[in-house]
């Protein structure tokens, strides 16, 4: 039986700390040495915008900033006050390393489909998000689609296939549809979804003129896991399997 969860359409509301928030205004102020006022955002293409009128600064910032480290917040103070291109640096690296945090650019549209007849998405999910994440992963998920058109598991045998993937554009992993299968160990599943789960917080990386999907830090970060050695061991001895399944 498939439980649908729909995904309500507009604008997500955040929660803003009010304390965190007048804390670093005041912060913002004293550098400046002029009033500020300071708004909290949820955009998802300006991180950062200020300007200031009538002797006043007014700044916008993501809401990411608020629970920023120490570090990050000091050279974001000296970035909007004192417009330090040396703090930039700084601030630009954790803009890039919180990605994960900017809102959908596309939301996603149609309903989730997380229980499945053998494994349920939306719990290994849950548990891999407190054990591993801090429960700070707020993508969504889903099992994907089966017999779409052009699919090449939908007619005859495979000769590749995608486990899992992640849309940055819509922060949903989609996990395929034939690892719901009662010989399919739950360790392997969760090792799938752990995957996806590290794209949506760890972007891919460029290197000279080659964009790296898996940076070394993804693949350290990756081994952490818990049945990592294992879950690649039971891939290798059935993948032909797994090639073999009709959705």
Do not use: C
Request: glycine share 6%.
């Amino acid at each position: 039986m498939q439980v649908e969860i729909p995904f309500p359409a507009g604008t997500p509301q955040i929660f803003v700390h009010e304390g965190a928030r007048q804390l670093l205004e005041r912060r913002l102020s004293v550098a400046a040495m002029k009033p500020v006022m300071l708004s909290v955002t949820d955009n998802r293409r300006s991180m950062i915008s200020f300007s200031s009128r009538d002797g006043v600064l007014r700044a916008r910032l993501h809401h990411m900033f608020l629970d920023a480290p120490s570090t990050v917040q000091s050279a974001l103070i000296r970035y909007v006050a004192r417009e330090d291109r040396a703090a930039s640096v700084t601030v630009g690296r954790y803009i890039e390393q919180n990605g994960h945090r900017i809102r959908a650019a596309q939301p996603f549209q149609r309903p989730l489909h997380t229980q499945g007849a053998s494994h349920d998405l939306l719990h290994l999910f849950g548990a891999l998000n407190n054990k591993y994440f801090g429960g700070t992963v707020d993508a969504l998920i889903t099992w994907g689609r089966v017999g779409r058109r052009g699919d090449p598991g939908s007619q005859g045998a495979r000769r590749t296939i995608k486990l899992g993937s992640y849309s940055a554009l819509e922060r949903v992993i989609r996990v395929h549809p034939l690892l719901d299968r009662g010989w399919v160990p739950r360790y392997f599943v969760s090792y799938i979804v752990y995957h996806e789960m590290l794209h949506h917080v760890i972007p891919a990386s460029v290197e000279g003129k080659r964009r790296l999907l898996h940076p070394p830090h993804f693949t350290d970060r990756e081994r952490i896991f818990r049945d990592y050695d294992r879950a690649l061991s039971w891939e290798r001895r059935h993948i032909h399997r797994l090639l073999r399944v009709r959705t």
